[in-house]
C-alpha cells in the first residue's frame, strides 16, 4: 500500500495501482491542482468540516464519473449522487476493501461535540480517523494520526496511537490548528514511543 500525504488531512492510498483519495478539503488546492487527483476511483469524507470537504473538488470529481462516499451528516454538503455510508459499513472498491466506522470528532475549542465523524479502515492495514482522537475495540498496523487540532494535543496523539497498537503513525490535521510535526515526531522518539512517527511533506509518500 502507498499513501501520499496532502494538506491537511487528505491522503492518496494506492493498491495495485487503484487509487482512492480521503478528505480533499480545501487546503488542497491552496498548493495542488483539482487535475492531480484524476485517475481516483473513490473519494472517501469522514466529515463535513471545509478542511477536509471542499465543494469545487467534489463537483469536479463527480463530474468525470468518481463516486463519493460520506456518512449522514456529510453527504447532505455532498449531495446527489453520494453513497452513504454507516458504522460498520464493510465496502469492496475495485481492490480496495474499506470499513466504516463511526467514532467522535473531537470536542470543539468551546467544549461543544464537532459533528458526525466516520474514520475508513482500507484493506485491515491503514485507518484514517478524521478529527477522531480516541477508539476502542480497534487494533490496526498504521494510521493517519490527527497530532493538532480545537482539543487535540500531542498527548492525546500519542495516547490515540498507543491506543490502537500502530507501528506506524503519519502525522495529520496541522497545516490550521499549526504544529511542527517534526518536534512531535521528537518528542515521541524521546518518550520511546512504541511506534513510528513518519513525517511526510507535502506530496510525500511512503509505502505500509
Known amino acids: 500500500m502507498k499513501v501520499t500525504r496532502y494538506p491537511e488531512s487528505c491522503l492518496l492510498i494506492e493498491i495495485n495501482g487503484n487509487k482512492i483519495v480521503i478528505d480533499p478539503g480545501e487546503q ?10 484524476q485517475g481516483v476511483e473513490a473519494v472517501l469524507y469522514t466529515h463535513r468540516h471545509a478542511d477536509h470537504y471542499d465543494p469545487k473538488i467534489a463537483q469536479a ?15 447532505e454538503l455532498v449531495g446527489e449522487p453520494c453513497h452513504i455510508v454507516n458504522d460498520g459499513d464493510e465496502l469492496m472498491i475495485n481492490d480496495f476493501p474499506v470499513k466504516a466506522i463511526e467514532l467522535p470528532h473531537c470536542p470543539m475549542v468551546n467544549g461543544r461535540p ?5 474514520g ?8 484514517h480517523p478524521g478529527d477522531g482522537k480516541e477508539l476502542s475495540g480497534l487494533q490496526i498496523n498504521a494510521m493517519a494520526l490527527p497530532i493538532a487540532g480545537p482539543s487535540i494535543s500531542p498527548e492525546d496523539a500519542y495516547n490515540f496511537a ?4 500502530v507501528k506506524i503513525a503519519i502525522p495529520v490535521h496541522y497545516d490550521v490548528f499549526v504544529a511542527d510535526p517534526k518536534v512531535i515526531a521528537k518528542s515521541f522518539a524521546d518518550a520511546d514511543a512504541p511506534f513510528e512517527l513518519r513525517v511526510l511533506a507535502d506530496g510525500e509518500s511512503t509505502e505500509i
Not at 28 to 35: A, C, D, N, R, V
Not at 65 to 74: E, F, Q, R, S
Not at 162 to 165: D, E, H, I, S, T
Open 61 to 75: 470529481l463527480r463530474a468525470q464519473g468518481v463516486p463519493l462516499y460520506a456518512n449522514a451528516a456529510t453527504a
Open 120 to 127: 475508513y479502515v482500507i484493506d485491515d492495514t491503514f485507518f
Open 114 to 118: 464537532g459533528p458526525q465523524n466516520t
Open 28 to 37: 488542497f488546492l491552496q498548493s495542488h491542482t483539482i487535475e492531480e487527483l
Open 162 to 165: 498507543v491506543q490502537l497498537g
